[in-house]
């Protein structure tokens, strides 16, 4: 399983099934992980994410950014996270210190914080620097 960071930001993560010179892909089984960083009631940081089934999928060589391989068990895409309809369970990946690194939850979860944190924005209240990379303008010398 492979994990590419695209230029537009977006992360996929499926089983690499064929390549060409321009380094173009196939990838079937693929899922989209969307993160998101937001500040709980006690001004902690917190992560979570969510995968969006995509099936197969072509990604043009020159749209990657970076490439790795990734465990199946951290994927999150074993049959401890999601069940049979898809429905995504919480699963904490945590650091070696236990502390929580990342929440996977369900997309409707994800919306929801997602919704949540933009009213706290909005409303002016802890605001989370997002890491946002200009891959386009890190090519200008």
Do not use: P
């Not at 010179?21 to 940081?45: C, H, P, W, Y």
């Not at 401890?80 to 502390?99: H, I, L, N, P, Q």
């Amino acid at each position: 399983r492979l994990m590419v960071v695209l230029r537009d930001g977006r992360h996929l993560i499926g089983t690499l099934r064929s390549f060409d010179q321009f380094s173009n892909m196939v990838m079937e089984d693929v899922r989209e992980r969307r993160i998101l960083q937001t500040k709980d009631a006690d001004g902690k940081l917190r992560s979570y994410c969510t995968d969006i089934r995509l099936g197969l999928y072509m990604v043009r060589g020159d749209s990657m950014v970076l490439l790795g391989e990734v465990d199946e068990e951290d994927s999150g895409e074993d049959s401890k996270s999601s069940d049979d309809e898809g429905t995504t369970k919480d699963v904490s990946v945590e650091a070696g210190g236990g502390d929580e690194i990342m929440k996977k939850v369900s997309l409707e979860e994800f919306e929801r914080l997602s919704e949540e944190k933009k009213a706290r924005e909005e409303a002016g209240e802890d605001k989370v620097e997002e890491l946002c990379w200009e891959f386009d303008m890190d090519l200008v010398v």
